[in-house]
Structure formats: structure tokens, C-alpha cells
């Protein structure tokens, strides 16, 4: 599987402020994708990033509040913009593997003041 | 109705005993299932694909029962460091996307 890094591991940040999330994988791979998880929640996928393309936002979440990045098959970045409290959260990003599976980074724990 | 629902206990074993726990999902045209392990603090970590005919790694067995819509992951012999939480994963396709949809995971506690 590839191996994926994350940062910041955790920040935290005063609202109305924007963080920047990079995620880096070891490997060329097609999919990147970023998730949510909020305290005793499952994982929500935000949006899917494809090289040279658009993300593909799902529903409830909007490009101008989380801009993605996608410049190249081994790098992407998630920006969580106009920070409140409710933004507070872990950020995961994944990539594709075989089959279906994905695999995930380490996250990055957001805590908005 | 959600994509995938999980009891999400938790469930205190008792070392050594067995522990089995079951989810249901929406989608079904859903092809592809899924256990991942996660561990306080930690990422989400593949345990397991689900295959039609129920299959077996080490001490879990996931079966599969499409007609029913459910999954299953059984731990036998749990060990203390067995204690996580197992999450249901379900790909689903919409409008011609593929995507993953979790649950919120079956928290399980192993005691000494």
C-alpha cells in the first residue's frame, strides 16, 4: 500500500481564518480524496481529486469553502476556509488502491477557537 | 436510511472470547465490502475485504449476505490489543460515481 503523509498533524486555529492541509503519497496515484470525521462520527467524504481536473465536491460541501488543490499524481491540498468552531474536526485524505480499497493518511486534528 | 448503519456498542469481550457484530447497507448495487480497523487517534487501517463466499484471515471471518444486505466481522480468541473500532465500508455507486461509505464503526473493548 502506499504510504502517505499528512500536515500539520493538528493545528489549532482562530475563526474566521483559513488552514491549508497538504497530503503526500509515496506513489503516482489516479484518485486522491479528502474525508471529514467529527467527534464519534464516521468518515464523510468532502470531495474527490482528480489530476487536471476539478475536484467533485459532495453534497453539503462547497469549493469556496474547501478549495482543493490536485497539481500532480503524488500531491493534493485541502484549504478549510472561514474557519468556525463547527469546522473543528479531523481531516483525512486517501487514495485508491486495488479493488476499491482506499488507504489513509495519518490526518490532521483542527480544533477552530 | 443511512448507507451503512453499525451498532456502535460498545462491546467489552473478555480476553479470549468471541465477538461478532453485524452491519446493513442501503446501496443495493453495492459490489465492493470492507472492514477497516481504527484506533483511537489513528487513520482508518484496511482489516479486511468482504468476499461473496465469506472468507477468513487469522482469527476474523467477514461473511456477506447480499440477499439480506448485512455484513459481519467475527473475532475469536480476542486479544487485549483486538480493542478498536471496526468500521463497515460499503462502495457505492450514484449517478455513476464510486465512493466509499463507512459507518460509524462497532467500538470493541477487550478486558483483561
Known amino acids: 500500500s502506499a504510504v502517505i503523509s499528512q500536515k500539520p498533524s493538528r493545528d489549532i486555529c482562530q475563526r474566521g481564518t483559513s488552514l491549508t492541509i497538504q497530503c503526500q503519497v509515496d506513489?503516482?496515484?489516479?484518485?486522491m480524496f479528502w474525508y471529514r470525521q467529527q467527534p464519534g462520527q464516521s468518515l464523510t467524504l468532502i470531495a474527490t481529486a482528480n489530476q487536471g481536473s476539478e475536484a467533485t465536491y459532495e453534497s453539503g460541501f462547497v469549493i469556496d469553502k474547501f478549495p482543493i488543490s490536485r497539481p500532480n499524481l503524488t500531491f493534493s491540498t485541502l484549504t478549510v476556509s472561514n474557519m468556525s468552531p463547527e469546522d473543528s474536526s479531523i481531516y483525512l485524505c486517501?487514495?485508491?488502491?486495488?479493488?476499491?480499497?482506499?488507504?489513509f493518511g495519518p490526518g490532521t486534528r483542527l480544533t477552530v477557537l | 436510511r443511512k448507507e451503512v448503519e453499525q451498532d456502535p456498542g460498545p462491546f467489552n469481550v473478555p480476553e479470549g472470547a468471541t465477538v461478532a457484530f453485524n452491519c446493513t447497507y442501503s446501496?443495493?448495487?453495492?459490489?465492493?465490502f470492507f472492514w477497516y480497523r481504527q484506533d483511537c487517534r489513528k487513520e482508518p487501517k484496511l482489516l479486511m475485504s468482504v468476499y461473496s463466499s465469506g472468507n477468513e484471515d487469522g482469527r476474523f471471518t467477514a461473511q456477506l449476505n447480499r440477499a439480506s444486505q448485512y455484513i459481519s466481522l467475527l473475532i475469536r480468541d480476542s486479544k487485549l490489543s483486538d480493542s478498536a473500532t471496526y468500521l463497515c465500508v460499503v462502495n457505492v455507486h450514484v449517478y455513476g460515481n464510486n465512493r466509499l461509505a463507512f459507518g460509524k464503526g462497532n467500538q470493541v473493548v477487550v478486558i483483561p
Open positions: 486517501s487514495v485508491d488502491g486495488q479493488s476499491d480499497t482506499q488507504y
Open positions: 506513489s503516482q496515484v489516479t484518485m
Open positions: 446501496n443495493s448495487a453495492s459490489q465492493s
